[in-house]
């Protein structure tokens, strides 16, 4: 049964830390609904009413684009080894790009100032509702390692070459919503 939280608790810290991926979930009123897959090495939890992740640059930036137009986010959880457990964050969701000072505060309060190659922003979470569920449905999937593309891939644009594909492929959502990329020098 779902069973529902106002934060945190350190129980579901250590859940957090077990897990390998999590999945964010954003949306506007108007807009497609977005589901993204995230490695865990990314997240952070900053405290019992808040977590961040460091956001790699992709083909889409539909979660910055909702961070920016309407600000809700969830992100899932899901066990897929040991006991079965689903559990969702809720909140408004914002996002500091690279080079703003929010951005290199959170990456050295947080990230021991480490961004890898592609960190494109970070994305807070501000968590309204913690919610478990049983997981039952969830299959048993054994964990085998971070795939090396998205690095290598990164590696191979370098950093002006990022910068300049972030300002022709994530300035605005697959909806048309600006993603707060477009003023982004080449």
């Known amino acids: 049964m779902a069973k529902q939280f106002g ?41 019992p009413k808040q977590v961040a992740f460091r956001d790699l640059t992709g083909s889409g930036c ?40 929010s951005f290199d505060k959170l990456l050295q309060d947080h990230f021991g100032a480490e961004a890898p190659l592609g960190t494109r922003q970070i994305v807070l979470l501000d968590i309204d509702l913690v919610q478990t569920s049983c997981g039952y449905g969830v299959p048993l999937f054994d964990y085998v390692g971070e795939r090396p593309n998205l690095a290598r891939w990164a590696e191979h644009k370098g950093e002006a070459g990022l910068v300049a594909y972030r300002a022709e492929k994530n300035v605005e959502s697959l909806d048309g919503l600006p993603t707060g990329f477009a003023a982004e020098p080449a």
């Open 7 to 47: 934060e945190l608790s350190d129980a579901h810290r250590e859940f957090i830390a077990r897990q390998h991926v999590f999945f964010t979930a954003s949306s506007t009123p108007e807009s497609r609904v977005n589901i993204s897959p995230r490695e865990t090495l990314s997240l952070r939890v900053l405290g």
């Open 62 to 101: 539909e979660t910055a684009a909702h961070c920016l137009a309407d600000g809700r986010l969830t992100i899932m959880f899901c066990a897929f080894e040991g006991q079965p457990l689903i559990m969702r964050l809720y909140g408004r969701g914002t996002t500091h790009r690279v080079g703003t000072t």
